[in-house]
């Protein structure tokens, strides 16, 4: 079965770091480009990041740029999102999605991220 | 950044009803553009891909059509599993951005 679990999330206070995984299995991972995209309660998608199969390419949103890094670990079949200096508006669920000719196919069920003091 | 417009924001509709949703994007985006519906609590999911293409398992009653910056998703029969959010997302930039989503509610 095609599956993306994520983990990692949890409550954290403001100007702390949090690691988020997202672990990939029925598929060839290292195939494939990754996106992180999240949800604010009650608001609607907002796409992060995004990395290529090998992780040479990444892309941000301005939102997250230079505090936020996406990595991969391609023998572990893992997709990491490494979050520093948080945010109150970092609160969100946390999805981590395959891409697939540009749409994105496969999605984790997502971990929610809280941050507050 | 391309930007991505969804109309209208929320929108009533009843069992059977023809319903459309528009997404216009701030630049040509050709035809890279996908529509995904998420239920409360749940992960979005596919239903059309490049603009027009229905990913598999979508029911047949979903289609899209467009290209350039003016897009629409159109539901041709509501069923009652459909009332849920519908959003667009562009991939003509890799970064990528949705819509501010489509909530379909039960009239």
């Known amino acids: 079965e095609v599956q993306l679990v994520e983990s990692g999330g949890g409550l954290v206070q403001p100007g702390g770091s949090l690691r988020l995984s997202c672990a990939a299995s029925?598929?060839?991972?290292?195939?494939?480009?990754m996106n992180w995209v999240r949800q604010a309660p009650g608001k609607g998608l907002e796409w992060i990041s995004y990395?290529?199969?090998?992780?040479?390419?990444?892309y941000y949103a301005d939102s997250v740029k230079g505090r936020f890094t996406i990595s991969r670990d391609n023998a572990k079949n893992s997709l990491f999102l490494q979050m520093n200096s948080l945010r109150a508006e970092d609160t969100a669920v946390y999805y981590c999605?395959?891409?697939?000719?540009?749409?994105?196919?496969?999605w984790g069920k997502g971990t929610t991220v809280t941050v507050s003091s | 950044d391309i930007q991505m417009t969804q109309s209208p924001s929320s929108l009533s509709a009843s069992v059977g009803d023809r319903v459309t949703i528009t997404c216009r994007a701030s630049?040509?985006?050709?035809?890279?553009l996908n529509w995904y519906q998420q239920k409360p609590g749940k992960a979005p999911k596919v239903l059309i891909y490049?603009?027009?293409s229905l990913q598999s398992g979508v029911p047949s009653r979903f289609s899209g059509s467009g290209s350039g910056t003016d897009f629409t998703l159109t539901i041709s029969s509501l069923q009652p599993e459909d009332f849920a959010t519908y959003y667009c997302?562009?991939?003509?930039?890799?970064?990528?951005?949705f819509g501010q989503g489509t909530k379909l509610e039960i009239k």
């Open positions: 999605a395959r891409v697939w000719m540009g749409y994105m196919d496969v």
């Open positions: 029925g598929f060839t991972f290292r195939s494939d480009e």
């Open positions: 990395i290529t199969s090998s992780g040479n390419t990444i």
């Open positions: 630049q040509s985006i050709s035809t890279y």
């Open positions: 490049a603009a027009y």
């Open positions: 997302q562009q991939s003509y930039s890799s970064l990528y951005t």
